[in-house]
Structure formats: C-alpha cells, structure tokens
C-alpha cells in the first residue's frame, strides 16, 4: 500500500498535533479536545508535509492562467485552494517578436499551517 502525502500529513498531525482531555480556552470556556498544527509544522517532516501544490498551466496573452492542472497536489483541500489562488493572480505573457503569446508554465504554490 502506498502513502499518499494527505496520508503522511493526517497521521502526523494525528500522532503530533490534536490531544484530549479537559483544556480552558482563552474564551473561558472548556473543550474536550485541542488542536494545535505548530507541532506539526515547525518539525522537519511535519513543514514539508504541510502542502506543495505543483500546477501545470498555460498563461494567455492578457497574462491569465488558464488549462490548469495538477501535476502534484497534497490533497485535504489544497490542490483546490491552489488552483483558486492561481486563478486571480496577473502573469506578464510570453512573447514573441514583442506581441504577447500564450505560454506553458509549472507553478508552485506552497502551503504552511501556523
């Protein structure tokens, strides 16, 4: 079976970031459980697990993403967010004997929990 990353970053966060027990927020109240993504995040593996998204798309002459897809996603809901972000972001265009041509490009888009 393999590990997918989303795998690799539930189990991580599982084991390193959510505990139970009787915890007093700073609201006053109480719950009976708690969260915090730092254990995960500032840890080696845990900062690397926490979402690269690698698209593929292609950027029209007015500078616009378009035909995007994934090439490597993290999964739990990044590869969405990335492709929403990606989206309404403005590229200069490539061009070709000064007249803007549409072009092929990879993108990164990285994720950190803090």
């Known amino acids: 079976m393999t590990v997918t990353h989303r795998d690799a970053l539930l189990k991580r966060l599982a084991r390193d970031s959510f505990k139970l027990g009787e915890f007093k927020l700073s ?15 500032l840890s080696g593996e845990g900062g690397r697990l926490t979402g690269v998204v690698i698209l593929d798309l292609i950027v029209d002459p007015n500078g616009h993403a378009r ?9 739990v809901g990044l590869d969405e967010k990335a492709i929403e972000a990606v989206q309404k972001w403005k590229f200069s265009p490539g061009k070709n004997k000064g007249v803007p041509v549409k072009v092929r490009a990879t993108v990164e888009v990285n994720f950190r929990l803090l």
């Open 27 to 41: 609201s006053g109240g109480v719950s009976d459980y708690y969260v915090d993504c730092r254990t995960t995040t």
């Open 67 to 75: 035909g995007i897809h994934v090439l490597r996603g993290a999964g």
